[in-house]
């Protein structure tokens, strides 16, 4: 056997790695083997790809790879359970951005040489022309895309809003255009690099652009459609150097990024055009915040809800976006043992799009050590709800709106809640009655069986805890 | 001369790291590859959501094989562009795996 063969051996071996690797995320018990696996297959693909031959710049990789895996081993050791949404945008952008210059780099590599005073062009293939372009774009994309969300989660000052600017939609639309039109002159005239690297920067352009109105409870949408589109380019990458495990692994990222995005969309009622384009605006037809709330809002002591518990059999807690930013997902853990301790009943409803990625919640809990059988989907527990008596919602606000289910003219019409409100009684901790991400006041505040315990969640809950305990 | 140019053909069309496979055999690769994917990622619950995406993420960081063919290629313009590319895949790669691992590691802890 030669030595071409036995990569391309070793590459199937890889592939199916990553295969078997993802198979084993199916289940909390066998996931973490299943990641180790696929760590292995990485291994095996690169180790065979040292072998090869036409490597030259032994050096180069050295250095590359000691860099990368220094900077790549301090965030992964040093970042906070609830920075992870920003991480995994950084990481994805990075996947992006080595598939625009891996093309770059075979796209100068196929040039004209000059070899004893003679110029020596060989054709560039139009399907390697196609790949490098297509390489180019969505990389390109997705680099300065994945960069503008890191900053978004991060929160870095200039990015705590949108940048403004007139004839957004329109603009966009012409970026569109030139980008496409840059593609299609890039894989019919490879021999010029130029285009090629105009087409980069104005995909990068159009990265930055696309993602800079979205924001908030998007945001989940946004990551997983990045991490697709980091799928696609190592694809792409893997059409332009005809290497198979690149397209193996780039398909099955390009899977789950398009599956977790429908799965969000479908959670939110919208459209993934919506979420990309559309503003959520409060229609017309939304109650002002005054004749929602109008003095029927009551608001609770720490003490109260502890005599709720008290009597309590069943308690469901909610959690939702406020309580990463408030870091009270140990503080939960506490109270959630405490009440178990006495014999209640005590479940975590999950719902789909609560956080800022996909599982964000899941993470943050398993992180304070709630074992994930306590955890349970929005359909699995809506309906136990009425035989809940007391469910405890902290800093989650859209996902438990009866509006959506309840008034069709909303702008979160139809998208799926949990069924907090048919609960015996619901205790609201949140800091104040501002809405949530869809800009409309929660009727579920001013309902009868509500209470709202106002104030920072970590601090509310550590009072609950204390009262709870006296 | 003229062997020289010949050689130059070759070389560049060998480049092709496996052996240069038809493009059809490609796309039935990546079609084949996108439904594995799909039959097993509807699988995946939403608890391990997030380490879905942290892991294919890093599974995604494969473009480092393409980043390391790419750094013998083209000069000092293509050996740059090779190595940003390998440390941006790397961190991609390594970073990708560990976190995931962080991540499981705590889903599997049981309480006492």
Known sequence: MDKATLIDLAYLVAAVLFILGLKGLTHPRTAVRGNLLGATGMLVAILATLVNQQIMGYWLIVIGVIIGTAIGAVLAIKIAMTDMPQLVALFNGFGGGASVLVAGAELIRLQPAEIDGVVVAVPIESSVAVAIVASGLIGAVTFWGSLVAFAKLQELQAFRKPFEYPYLKLINAAL?????????????????????????????????????????????????????????????????????????????????????????????????????????????????????????????????????????????????????????????????????????????????????????????????????????????????????????????????????????????????????????TVVVIKRSLSPGFAGIPNPLFALDNTLMLFGDGKKAILDLIAALKE | MGIELLLFAEETVATAPSGGASLILLMTVFVLAIFVGVEIITKIPPTLHTPLMSGSNAISGISLVGAILATGSGGYLGATLGLFAVIMATINVVGGFLVTNRMLEMFRKKKK
Do not use: W
């Not at chain 1, 964000?360 to 955890?375: G, I, R, T």
């Open chain 1, 176 to 424: 569109a255009v030139v980008v496409l039109s840059l593609a299609v002159l890039g894989a019919v005239f490879p021999q010029y690099l130029t285009v090629y690297f105009l087409l980069v920067l104005f995909a990068s352009v159009l990265g930055l652009t696309l993602v800079n109105p979205i924001g908030g409870a998007d945001m989940p949408v946004v990551i997983a459609l990045l991490n697709s589109y980091s799928g696609l380019a190592a694809c792409a990458t893997g059409f332009v150097l005809s290497n198979t495990v690149l397209i193996v692994a780039g398909s099955l990222v390009g899977a789950s990024g398009v599956i977790l995005t429908s799965i969000m969309c479908k959670a939110m009622n919208r459209s993934l055009q919506h979420v990309l384009f559309g503003v959520l605006q409060p229609g017309e037809d939304t109650a002002s915040a005054d004749e929602v709330y109008g003095g029927r809002v009551k608001s609770t002591s720490a003490e109260e809800v502890a005599m709720l518990f008290e009597t309590a059999q069943r308690v469901v807690i909610v959690p939702g976006y406020g309580m990463a930013v408030a870091q009270a997902q140990h503080a939960v853990r506490d109270l959630a043992n405490l009440l178990e301790d006495r014999g209640t009943e005590v479940e975590f409803a999950i719902h789909p799009v609560a956080g800022r990625m996909p599982g964000h919640m899941n993470v943050l809990l398993a992180e304070a050590e709630v074992p994930y059988d306590q955890l349970k989907e929005m359909d699995e527990i809506n309906p136990t709800m009425s035989q809940t008596d007391v469910v405890l919602v902290i800093g989650a606000n859209d996902v438990v709106n009866p509006e959506a289910r309840e008034n069709p003219k909303s702008p979160i019409a139809g998208m799926p809640i949990i069924d907090v409100d048919k609960a015996r």
